[in-house]
């Protein structure tokens, strides 16, 4: 089955300890992104990325970081995690060049920050 | 439960009727907008999508319009059923010669509730 495979679903953490949040796609598509979705502000870009070892940031980008050493993985990793990153996180993935296509979404990963 | 849906838009409508959702987007320069359903707990699913290119164009019971010159999309879903409760989202894109620049710009969604 094609799909997008986030892993944790859910996360609680303390203030400060790194963590990594997994994104796995079985479906070859080149690019990559990283959204975090909270209330009344929708879902807003961290990072993406559109190949290999090729990232950028996005609209919020601050205290993340990503890395894409691999077609399928796309990790999101937080260095020193605050209780403002407890969010709702969504990884998602799409081929670049089909004329019409939509971005196929993980079932999402629900930090805490404590 | 989710509180994805605070303070967001929201339009309630009895099972058969047909609903219509609206959003506005921001960027002249984009040229690909899609639209998203949110069910909760889960990831936003692909409904459809439309070209700058077109103003029009259908899907099954989905139909999008496009105004470019007021910068307006509209969603709308014939003959709605309670499975099609959920938060809609659209989502503006940029591509260029059919390649995505890779930043998805979602709006705040509305919240569509199907009464039987």
């Known amino acids: 089955e094609a799909q997008v495979t986030q892993n944790p679903r859910y996360l609680i953490t303390v203030t400060g300890k790194k963590l990594t949040v997994t994104c796995s796609q079985n479906m070859n598509h080149e690019y990559m992104s990283w959204y975090r979705q909270d209330p009344g502000l929708g879902l807003r870009q961290i990072y993406y990325s559109m190949n290999v070892e090729v990232t950028d940031k996005g609209d919020v980008p601050e205290g993340y970081k990503v890395s894409r050493k691999e077609k399928r993985n796309f990790p999101l990793i937080l260095e020193s995690p605050s209780p403002n990153q407890t969010s709702l996180y969504f990884c998602?993935?799409?081929?670049?060049?089909?004329?019409?296509?939509?971005?196929?979404f993980g079932s999402g990963t629900r930090l805490t920050v404590v | 439960g989710e509180s994805v849906g605070l303070h967001l838009p929201t339009l309630s409508v009895q099972e058969g009727d047909n609903s219509i959702i609206n959003c506005a987007y921001s960027n002249s320069a984009s040229d690909y907008f899609i639209w998203y359903k949110q069910e909760s707990g889960k990831g936003p699913q692909f409904i459809i999508d439309i070209r700058s290119n077109m103003d029009k164009r259908q899907g099954q019971r989905v139909t999008v319009l496009l105004n470019k010159t007021v910068k307006h999309l509209s969603l709308q879903i014939a003959a709605t059923q309670p499975g099609d409760s959920a938060v809609y989202f659209c989502a503006e894109d940029r591509r260029a010669g059919g390649t995505s620049y890779g930043k998805l710009t979602f709006g705040q969604g509305t919240i569509l509730t199907v009464h039987p």
């Open positions: 998602a993935s799409s081929p670049p060049d089909r004329a019409f296509d939509g971005y196929t």
